[in-house]
C-alpha cells in the first residue's frame, strides 16, 4: 500500500498561483510515477500532469501546459503541482496518484493505471 495526502489547495482569485503537495509513504516512492488529476462537479476525472519515477519525464495535459508544473523530491517522498495564471475553469478537487512501474520513464495519462490515490485537495479559482 501507498498513502498518499495531498496539501495546499485553496482559494485563490483569477491570475493566482497555488502550490499542491503530495506526501507519500508505504513502499519505495521512486518506484513509482506519480501523477496528478482533478475532477469538478458534475464531471469525470480528468488527467493534469505526470511525472515519471526519476523526475526526468513531464507530461502535461494541453490546458494547463505553460502554467503548471508538476515536479517531485524523492528524499522527501513527494510530489508537487505549482499552479500559475490560474482560471476559473480550473476550479476543481485535486488528486495526486502513484503508478507502479517495473522499468523505464513511463508516464502514463489513463486513470486507470494508477494503482494509489489520494483524498483530494479543493481548489477554488475565483473570476
Known amino acids: 500500500q501507498v498513502q498518499l495526502v495531498e496539501s495546499g489547495g485553496g482559494l485563490v482569485q483569477a491570475g493566482g498561483s497555488l502550490r499542491l503537495s503530495c506526501a507519500a509513504s508505504?513502499?519505495?516512492?521512486?518506484?513509482?510515477?506519480m501523477g496528478w488529476f482533478r475532477q469538478a462537479p458534475g464531471k469525470e476525472r480528468e488527467f493534469v500532469a505526470g511525472?515519471?519515477?526519476?523526475?526526468?519525464?513531464?507530461y502535461y495535459a494541453d490546458s494547463v501546459k505553460g502554467r503548471f508544473t508538476i515536479s517531485r523530491d524523492n528524499a522527501k517522498n513527494t510530489v508537487y503541482l505549482q499552479m500559475n495564471s490560474l482560471k476559473p475553469e480550473d476550479t476543481a478537487v485535486y488528486y495526486c496518484a502513484a503508478d507502479f512501474v517495473v522499468a523505464g520513464e513511463a508516464v502514463r495519462t489513463d486513470r486507470g493505471a494508477y494503482d494509489f490515490w489520494g483524498q483530494g485537495t479543493q481548489v477554488t479559482v475565483s473570476s
Open positions: 511525472i515519471s519515477k526519476s523526475g526526468r519525464r513531464t
Open positions: 508505504g513502499r519505495t516512492f521512486s518506484n513509482y510515477a
